[in-house]
């Protein structure tokens, strides 16, 4: 229901074994001449070929964290959330079973509604990471200090002058914590210092150790970890846009082709806070068209619209490893067929209208950050080939592409 993450892959109903995700204009021409070009220099259609392109995040723009959430203009989060899409397949069956050439192509973006609440939850991350960094690069100068001018001898003398930078510092930047949290966490600090050795004339390994256990007791990389998890799952409205268009060639050669089916999907998401984070739902209109020559000359026997709109609702619950989404979809189908002539020769039409339904349930398991082995089961519209066979059991791996990374936004910044 919800716009695909391959917009080409979902029009031509290909589940490809992998996809290619080129982060750089030179990769992507090199995948598209490999994969489209013969060993005689011929152009070819590459079977069960899937490949993604997201232009902006090919290199660095040295954004900061409000720069990439809070952009100044509408066309900035179209551009940086932009995503094209290319499949093919050598094995798209016509009417009879035939199988033939497809290429198809398609188009992605995301942009965000944000509010008062994201912010200050934005707010309150970047504040908790700036404090965390500011103490772990005081009280690390402070070590580092003391040890290149040699003004301890051992590991006892370096906690005795040590301790008094991480108890000021600890309680003047941390002053969402109570005095007895505060304590609690330099002690643990104290003690894992302690049972470091340190080599007065090699400390570089000491001092290293020593950083880390400040980062672990602030508990710096879960908080940063968890701030990442936010800036993927905002809570909010969030907007999907996606399009995609079909090429066929009905007998494998370039110098016959046509552009049976484009499809348009429009995708708001609602993402719940507090309490309710785990829940989102999300609406759906898809509009879809098809060429009515294309389909009655090669899908003689099928019943195909020229006008397809869909539109419904999904309800989703996501935890930390796995997710479960039901979705309910209606369709409305029309088209126009001729009935004969009139007095002067016109052709006649009158208009024909159909309805279904779709539902579906699917569980969706997170192997890692970008790729989610998903299962679904449930009843869905009826296809063109087969009609009667509307049940759904389907397992597939979904892929995340074109996000930004560490090296391409500071969230610090």
Known sequence: MQAPTSPASSILGLQPSSVLSPKS?????????????????????????????????????????????????FMDQIIRNSSFSIASTQNFQLGDSSATNGLAFGYRTTFYLGNKKDREEIENYKSSL?????????????????????????????????????????????????????????????????????????????????????????????????????????????????????????????????????SFWLTPTYRFKDKFKFLKIMGVIRYEWYNMDY???????????????????AISTEFDKFSIKFELVGRRSETEIPVGTDSEGNELYKRENSSDFQYLGSFNYNLSDQIILSYSLGNRFQPILNPDNTLVSLLSLNFGFGTPTEKTLDLMK
């Open 25 to 73: 204009y030179q990769a992507l021409e090199a995948a598209l001449y490999s994969n489209f070009i013969g060993e005689n220099g011929n152009a070819i259609i590459p079977n069960n070929f899937a490949l993604e392109f997201t232009p902006y995040w090919t290199k660095n723009h040295s954004l900061s964290l409000d720069e990439y959430l809070y952009p100044k203009g």
């Open 295 to 313: 389909f009655k000359k090669y899908f003689v026997d099928s019943k195909i619209y020229e006008n397809n709109i869909d539109y419904g609702f």
């Open 130 to 262: 700036a404090s965390n960094q500011l103490i772990t690069s005081l009280i690390g100068s402070e070590a580092e200090s003391l040890l290149v001018n040699q003004k301890v001898a051992n590991i006892a003398e370096f906690i005795e002058k040590i301790k008094s930078t991480i108890e000021t510092t600890i309680n003047r930047n941390l002053s969402d914590l109570e005095t007895v949290q505060k304590k609690s966490l330099i002690d643990e600090i104290i003690i894992e210092v302690s049972k470091l050795s340190l080599d007065i004339n090699n400390y570089d390994s000491f001092l290293n150790s020593f950083n880390n256990i400040i980062d672990n007791k602030l508990k710096s990389k879960l908080l940063f970890n968890n701030y990442k998890e936010y800036i993927m799952d905002r809570q909010g409205w969030s907007v999907d846009l996606a399009y995609a268009s079909l090429l066929s060639f009905p007998t494998n050669n370039f110098n016959l082709s046509y552009v049976p089916r484009h």
